[in-house]
């Protein structure tokens, strides 16, 4: 009996210790968060459609970059529902400042949805609008400041079959993006569209890091050879015109995150 005793205890006691190790560090929420709704990649993958995706990261900024907003998402109907419950602060510490993180891809078909997020007695709600073209969202809570904001309330998803046209050049080669653009006209039969100059884009509004970040432009083409034909444009232009001067670069990037760069066509064959 004793014998039993003592083992149920030791028992109990390992049970204790095993829980106690695999409890999170986790600490409560500081400050706000900012949310979005968008279209991106899973794990950056080339040649998928894009998916829709929810993330969050805190307004706080810690001294670990790879904090992470422990969160419980779950989706009732027309209802999604993202319940915080803090920070994880993992074991190992990446040493670079950074937000707190939290993401997840959604399954949504086109129309409305209430998006709550809820910490503790607080709750913001938001009115998710999914159409074919945008992602809206909309505050219904009357929470106006509260603990959730977006990031930005309309986001313009990648209309299908479409790509952009990113040039970033020289004072001195500024020509090229016309001259360029001309020539990738001329040889593909392309519908160029716009997007309106709020919200927010998957694709870049201009590049980043040259003299002159020409405006991007957006077409739209009919089949998945007319994307490969405005690459092969590409890699004429860069043999023929372009070459690789410093602080030039062409960039053709598709619905698909597929894309066509200037600098990684020296020297390639037609």
């Not at 001294?63 to 529902?81: A, D, H, K, M, V």
Request: hydrophobic letters at 40%.
């Amino acid at each position: 009996m004793k014998a039993s005793k003592a083992c149920c205890l030791f028992l109990s006691a390992a049970f204790i210790l095993l829980a106690a190790c695999a409890q999170k560090n986790v600490s409560a929420r500081e400050g706000r968060f900012f949310f979005a709704v968008s279209e991106a990649y899973p794990g950056g993958k080339e040649g998928i459609e894009p998916s829709l995706f929810l993330s969050m990261e805190t307004e706080k900024i810690y001294p670990c970059c790879n904090y992470s907003i422990e969160t419980f998402f779950q989706r009732l109907g027309s209802l999604l529902s993202v319940d915080i419950q803090g920070i994880y602060q993992p074991d190992i510490c990446l040493t670079a400042l950074g937000p707190a993180f939290w993401g997840d891809c959604l399954e949504l078909e086109k129309g409305v949805y209430s998006l709550e997020f809820l910490d503790g007695f607080h709750k913001n709600v938001f009115e998710l609008m999914v159409a074919q073209d945008s992602l809206t969202v909309a505050d219904v809570s009357g929470a106006g400041g509260g603990f959730a904001l977006p990031k930005y309330t309309v986001f313009w998803r990648y209309p299908r079959n479409s790509f952009a046209v990113l040039c970033g050049t020289t004072d001195e080669t500024a020509w090229i993006y016309e001259d360029f653009l001309s020539k990738l006209r001329a040889a593909v039969e392309l519908q160029e569209i716009e997007f309106p100059a709020y919200g927010e884009l998957g694709y870049p509004r201009a590049p980043d890091g040259h003299h002159v970040n020409h405006p991007a432009k957006y077409f739209i083409y009919r089949n998945e050879s007319d994307f490969q034909a405005a690459g092969d444009v590409l890699r004429a232009y860069v043999r023929d015109v372009m070459g690789q001067p410093m602080g030039v670069s062409i960039w053709l990037r598709n619905w698909k995150n597929e894309s066509f760069r200037s600098w990684q066509m020296a020297g390639t064959p037609d």
